[in-house]
């Protein structure tokens, strides 16, 4: 990734973080006042986190993470947005809890993540930022202790194809190297947030994150899709039960995976 287009998507994340936490989606006082921020497929995919140290790649402003420290986690966060990971700081200090943030590009490797991990998890619109996930399964793979576990749950990429707001076909399938360049106005979690700015996102196949991942030497242990999302957050969703959604009109996709693999 080059560096103008690290500028600008760290710049709208700063951007983004400085208003998240104030919005309806994220809920923050609920979560100050206890509610956990986490869905039911991380939770049922990585069990009993307590005593065990993970490693929170991506994790905006913090509330995963803190979630999985108040599970009993020795949780790390890393995000490459100072904004982000100040926030979580913060938010940690004030709830008394033991997380570390550490603000840091997940495409390389930080001397100050000393030793390894038990759990290295990430999660809900994330490889979308990454440009080529042959470093950033190397950081997983050297973070990850021997008979470790990395999990992900991610928006599907048959779902990040479709144009929402015109319920069609809008991008590609696979990654060319090339950036997707957009200008979007506000925030999937306040569309009406009052600032624009240019966003260089790629798009990554089911078979591009799998084999980065096998390449480093992981072991595939579980593989799910699903047909809903835990969150409201593209144009034209509507609820599918259970506090999911799904996209109207096109339900039948999936909309959410869920890879879960072990280091030998």
């Known amino acids: 990734m080059n560096q103008e287009h690290l500028n600008a998507n760290r710049q709208m994340w700063d951007a983004r973080a400085s208003f998240h936490p104030e919005t309806e989606m994220?809920?923050?006082?609920?979560?100050?006042?206890?509610?956990?921020?986490?869905?039911?497929?991380e939770l049922e995919a990585l069990g009993d986190v307590s005593g065990k140290r993970l490693l929170h790649l991506q994790c905006h402003f913090g509330q995963d993470t803190l979630s999985w420290a108040r599970l009993g986690a020795e949780a790390t966060g890393l995000d490459f947005s100072?904004?982000?990971?100040?926030?979580?700081?913060?938010?940690?200090?004030?709830?008394?809890?033991?997380?570390?943030?550490?603000?840091?590009?997940?495409?390389?490797?930080?001397?100050?993540?000393?030793?390894?991990f038990d759990i290295v998890f990430t999660s809900y619109g994330v490889l979308i930022w990454l440009n080529n996930l042959a470093p950033w399964a190397e950081a997983v793979a050297r973070y990850l202790r021997p008979g470790g576990v990395f999990c992900i749950v991610e928006f599907h990429p048959t779902l990040m194809i479709l144009d929402f707001e015109n319920n069609r076909i809008g991008y590609p399938y696979f990654n060319d190297g090339n950036p997707i360049i957009e200008v979007v106005k506000g925030s999937y979690a306040q569309?009406?947030?009052?600032?624009?700015?240019?966003?260089?996102?790629?798009?990554?196949?089911?078979?591009?994150?799998?084999?980065?991942?096998?390449?480093?030497?992981?072991?595939?242990?579980?593989?799910?899709?699903?047909?809903?999302?835990?969150?409201?957050?593209?144009?034209?969703?509507e609820p599918a039960g259970n506090g999911m959604y799904r996209c109207t009109?096109?339900?039948?996709?999936?909309?959410?995976?869920?890879?879960?693999m072990r280091k030998k």
């Open 249 to 260: 009109g096109i339900e039948a996709i999936p909309h959410v995976f869920m890879l879960k």
């Open 82 to 116: 100072g904004t982000a990971i100040a926030t979580a700081r913060s938010m940690n200090e004030r709830l008394g809890l033991n997380a570390r943030f550490i603000q840091a590009n997940v495409l390389e490797l930080q001397p100050e993540l000393e030793g390894q």
């Open 26 to 41: 994220y809920d923050n006082s609920a979560f100050l006042q206890g509610k956990s921020s986490l869905m039911p497929i």
């Open 191 to 237: 569309p009406d947030a009052p600032f624009t700015h240019t966003e260089y996102t790629w798009q990554h196949s089911l078979s591009e994150t799998l084999t980065a991942l096998l390449d480093q030497g992981l072991q595939l242990e579980a593989f799910r899709e699903y047909p809903y999302s835990p969150y409201n957050c593209f144009a034209n969703m």
